[in-house]
C-alpha cells in the first residue's frame, strides 16, 4: 500500500494566463498550467516524479 502525503504548493498568477507551480519543500520543482486544476495536476506528477527517482537512484526520500 503506498503511503499518502500531503504537500504544500505555491500558485503564482501568470500575467499572460496561467499558473506557476511551486514546492516550497522540494524547491527542484517549479512547472505551469494554464487553469488551476492543471497547475496542481503538474504539482502533483512533478512530486511523484522526484520520489520516484530518488528511490531509483537509491538516494533517501527527499523528505
Same mark, same amino acid.
Given at each position: 500500500?503506498?503511503?499518502?502525503?500531503?504537500?504544500?504548493?505555491?500558485?503564482?498568477?501568470? !500575467? @499572460?494566463?496561467?499558473?506557476?507551480?511551486?514546492?516550497?519543500? &522540494?524547491?527542484?520543482?517549479?512547472?505551469?498550467?494554464?487553469? #488551476?486544476? !492543471? @497547475?496542481?495536476?503538474?504539482?502533483?506528477?512533478?512530486?511523484? &516524479?522526484?520520489?520516484?527517482?530518488?528511490?531509483?537512484?537509491? #538516494?533517501?526520500?527527499?523528505?
Amino acid at each position: 500500500m503506498s503511503e499518502k502525503r500531503t504537500f504544500a504548493v505555491v500558485l503564482e498568477p501568470e !500575467e @499572460a494566463g496561467g499558473f506557476t507551480v511551486r514546492v516550497p519543500s &522540494l524547491p527542484e520543482i517549479v512547472t505551469y498550467g494554464k487553469h #488551476e486544476r !492543471e @497547475a496542481l495536476a503538474m504539482a502533483e506528477d512533478a512530486i511523484r &516524479l522526484v520520489i520516484e527517482d530518488c528511490a531509483a537512484r537509491g #538516494e533517501p526520500n527527499p523528505l
